[in-house]
C-alpha cells in the first residue's frame, strides 16, 4: 500500500506537456529537417551544375579552306589563360595534328596568332581547334571546315 501511494505521488510531480509546447516542438524539429536538407542539398542531389561558359575567343582568318592551305587563327585566351598546346581534330574527335602557340610559358594570357599548314590529304568536313582552357579547367572546340 505504500508503495502505491509513492507511486501516486511520483505520477503526480511528472509534468505533461500542453498542445502549445508539443506544437512547439514538432514546429522546431520541422524547422530542422528542413534546414538540413537545404544544407546538404547538393550532396543529397549531386553537385549542382552549373554551365561553364568559355571566354576564350577564336577567330579564323576564314571559316572555309581548302586540304593543303593555311588555317590561320588568333586566340585571345580567358582571365586564366589556355595552354600553349592546341590540337586540330576531326569531327569524328580524331586529332591529327599536336602543335605549340608562340608563348613565353605553358599558359598563353595575351593574344596569339597562329598559323598551320594543313595537310592535302586531310578529308574534306568539319574540323577544329581544340584549346585547354584554364578558367573553365576543360576544353574548348572552335570549328572550321575544309571543302
Known sequence: ???????????KKVPTL???TKTLVLAI????AIALVIANFGSI?????KE????????FAKEVLTPGSYVEFEITPSKFGVNKKYR????????????????SSFNCRTKVSE????????EEGVYYI????YEIRDFTKHYFTLS
Open 1 to 11: 500500500m505504500v508503495i502505491v501511494c509513492l507511486e501516486k505521488k511520483l505520477l
Open 18 to 20: 500542453n498542445n502549445e
Open 29 to 32: 524539429l520541422v524547422i530542422l
Open 45 to 49: 542531389t549531386g553537385t549542382v551544375v
Open 52 to 59: 561553364k561558359k568559355p571566354s576564350t575567343k577564336v577567330i
Open 88 to 103: 586540330i581534330c576531326d569531327d569524328g574527335d580524331r586529332c591529327h595534328i599536336r602543335a605549340y602557340m608562340q608563348c
Open 115 to 122: 598559323r598551320y599548314k594543313t595537310w592535302p590529304s586531310w
Open 130 to 133: 581544340k584549346l585547354f582552357d
